[in-house]
């Protein structure tokens, strides 16, 4: 037999959620309901674990979407952000480059209206 920890989570989930609504039916007909038709009772089982694990399973489908698509998000926001910063320390070593170029001018000149 396949271990519980081994199988999917959306599975496990359906497993659990139908046989806790299996309990209750069985103790709700054995208890409760009159004239009872023991054998529609296993077909109620099969069909709740269809309808519960395939709505399980596409929304732990889209789950997993959604979580990689945000993923995908923050890992551009971030690269955005560093080519940003990248670009910003390259501008501001241009601009050291075009004040200190400026500087030596300037300075040429005065030199130049001193003599």
Known sequence: ??????????????????GAMSILLIMYDWL???????????????????????WSYFSYRSQAKRKAADAKKKADAAARAQRRKQRAAE???????????????????????QH
Request: proline share 3%; charged share 20%; no cysteine.
């Open 32 to 54: 409760l309901a009159k004239n009872v038709n023991w054998a529609l009772v296993p077909l109620q089982i099969i069909l709740a674990l269809l309808a519960v694990g395939a």
């Open 91 to 113: 501008g501001a070593k241009q601009a050291a480059v075009t004040h200190e170029r400026n500087a030596n001018r300037n300075q040429q000149h005065q030199q130049r209206r």
């Open 1 to 18: 037999m396949m271990q519980w920890k081994k199988l999917p989570r959306w599975m496990r989930d359906t497993v659990s959620v139908v």
